[in-house]
């Protein structure tokens, strides 16, 4: 027979189960709940501190969320995830993925997930996600599947894979520990590999084919048919084109290119040809052939002057108004280079089909009211261009990656990730130093980093940081592990495995790794002896149960990195991640009795 919980216990407890139903309910934000979370730890502990503590105390635990290692980690993780994707650096990855996913999007997924499952077997899960999570946000822009129903499987598997070996995650590596102080032979790297593989038999298939479906999509839908660009390419020394037939290259472009001025034969250095596509087909295009769609000396301007004032380079869509000097020119005619340093790229003709316009050429197109210019620049003088010739703006700046950093952001990001992976630097440290990198090269702008954090984050990894402290401090685990102990006797062996997996799974998702590592494994260490089991299989029912982090978003740090990117909801992990919980238990249960012959 136990004591009863204490006051502060239980109200710990209370505080987690309203945060849940909280969060489960979503009639409030993710930011709501969290500011509530703390405020009301903050005051609770405040009128009724601790045993032995000050009221002050209180304060102290409930607001170290927002100065905790994990949160300025996981900052630091969404900095570094910033500089790779505004240079570009991880472009030919993703376009490598894209093929795959272009042949079949489920055969896509399946390989990226058996991707993630076996990096992170011998890389830490934190960094194998870093490293993936712009890919696959570059991949659902660039037409694969939604970043909403890749990313929660993707860090599934990252998890998953992350548990089946002693290096796969800091908490591994805290039970075999704990474990070994409390007399336990030490194990090797592998030494529970074949278990967690034949688990991921079982669980890979639910992640590849059922939890996608119980996702959302987060994309947005096109409210309207994109807008087509006609231009004059410009083929360059190294174009793919020089020397070939334009129809063996066809298949490599874009399916929006279309090109008005079929040429026949082979194809010379410098010949311009008449195309015509969306803004991001162009930019594809311009890629592939290796070519240009504005003239050399403007577009060579417009970087020199990016490396002298360290501005990024812009592109914008304008109208032409009526009271526009630009109607009835040309775009030699116009002038618009020289005036005002920016190039157009292409132009676009509402309602109008461009037809034997584009055909006869770009430089004879006269340009009319209505028409929308694709223009590309600094930000001051596509200001200046706009207002002094009358145009109208229509979308918001989309800055170009600035790919000559491009080689410097992947190697900062490697750099920090090996050190991480190798053991050499705690992750907060070589995180911290690979965001501070990025800013002093200039990969990340110091007045841009706002774009790369996202508020709901914070604000849920302090609010989790918070009451999992509360958790530990109050002996709320610690009470529920030794009720948890008075009930097992009665099960059955694979029971008493999936009901310790289930407690520190609770605790994982509630509190912390770290949390459920330290108080779950002594408790399955004296529950061993107490039954009269074999001990070891229970320690890896707490390791394992340590790694189901998978149904709340606050569980894991991989889980934060996420959210905002794949635009979930608290709901979306409880519905994915319950029944893969769920699964994982009663697999990985069933394995480990009959491995150990229980």
């Excluded at 970087?303 to 032409?320: F, G, H, P, Q, Y």
């Excluded at 109008?352 to 009211?369: H, N, P, V």
């Excluded at 519905?575 to 491995?595: A, E, H, W």
């Amino acid at each position: 027979m136990i004591d009863a919980p204490s006051l502060h216990a239980l109200g710990a407890m209370i505080v987690t189960v309203a945060m849940f139903v909280a969060f489960a309910r979503g009639r409030m934000s993710t930011e709501i709940v969290s500011l509530l979370t703390i405020a009301v730890i903050a005051v609770g502990l405040y009128f009724f501190p601790l045993p032995h503590t000050q009221p002050t105390d209180g304060l102290v635990l409930a607001f170290s969320g927002f100065g905790h290692y994990a949160l300025i980690t996981i900052c630091a993780l969404m900095i570094m995830g910033r500089g790779l994707v505004v240079t570009g650096a991880l472009e030919p990855f993703a376009r490598v993925l894209e093929r795959v996913f272009k042949i079949n999007q489920q055969l896509g997924l399946l390989v990226s997930l058996l991707m993630a499952f076996f990096l992170s077997m011998f890389v830490n899960d934190t960094p194998v996600l870093v490293l993936l999570l712009p890919i696959f946000v570059s991949l659902a822009v660039r037409g694969g599947m939604a970043a909403s129903k890749t990313l929660i499987p993707i860090n599934a598997a990252v998890l998953i894979g992350g548990m089946a070996t002693t290096i796969g995650t800091s908490t591994n590596l805290l039970v075999v520990s704990i474990a070994r102080d409390l007399g336990m032979p030490q194990m090797n790297v592998f030494h529970f590999t074949p278990i967690v593989l034949m688990a991921a038999v079982v669980a890979l298939p639910y992640l590849w084919l059922v939890a996608p479906r119980l996702l959302g999509d987060n994309r947005t839908e096109e409210i309207h048919e994109k807008r087509r660009f006609v231009t004059r390419l410009r083929l360059s020394e190294g174009s793919a084109l020089t020397g070939q037939e334009l129809a063996a290259i066809m298949p490599r472009l874009p399916a929006e290119i279309e090109f008005h001025d079929r040429p026949t034969g082979k194809l010379g250095s410098h010949e311009q040809l008449t195309i015509s596509g969306t803004h991001d087909a162009l930019e594809e295009a311009m890629r592939t052939l290796k070519g240009e769609v504005a003239p050399a000396w403007v577009i060579d301007r417009i970087r020199k002057e990016s490396l002298d004032t360290r501005e990024d380079i812009a592109v914008v869509e304008m109208t032409v108004t009526a009271d526009s000097r630009l109607i009835g020119r040309t775009l030699p005619s116009s002038g618009i280079a020289d005036l005002y340093g920016v190039a157009v790229l292409g132009i676009h003709r509402p309602k109008r089909l461009i037809g034997d316009q584009a055909e006869t050429a770009i430089a004879d197109l006269r340009i009319a009211e209505g028409d929308v210019l694709l223009v590309m620049g600094l930000p001051q003088p596509l200001q200046t261009f706009a207002r002094a010739d009358s145009l109208l703006i229509l979308e918001g700046m989309r800055e170009l990656p600035r790919r000559s950093k491009a080689v410097l952001a992947g190697a900062i990001m490697l750099g920090s990730v090996g050190l991480a992976s190798i053991g050499l630097l705690p992750i907060a440290i070589s995180a911290l130093a690979g965001a501070i990198l990025m800013f002093v090269t200039g990969c990340v702008k110091f007045e841009r980093v706002g774009r790369a954090l996202s508020a709901q984050v914070i604000v849920l990894v302090a609010a989790s940081i918070a009451l999992g402290r509360l958790i530990g401090d109050t002996g709320a685990a610690l009470w529920l592990g030794q009720a948890m102990s008075l009930g097992l006797q009665f099960l059955s062996p694979a029971g008493v495995l999936a009901a310790i997996m289930l407690f520190v799974t609770l605790l994982t998702n509630f509190a912390s790794n770290a949390t459920a590592a330290t108080v779950g494994t002594p408790i399955a260490f004296n529950i061993a002896q107490q039954l009269g089991l074999p001990p070891e299989p229970l320690i890896l029912a707490v390791l394992f149960g340590c790694n189901l982090c998978y149904a709340t978003p606050i569980a894991y740090q991989t889980n934060m990195l996420i959210m905002a990117e794949g635009s979930y909801e608290f709901k979306d992990y409880i519905r994915t991640g319950v029944p893969l919980v769920l699964l994982m238990t009663v697999t990985l249960s069933i394995l480990l009795v009959i491995t150990y012959k229980m």
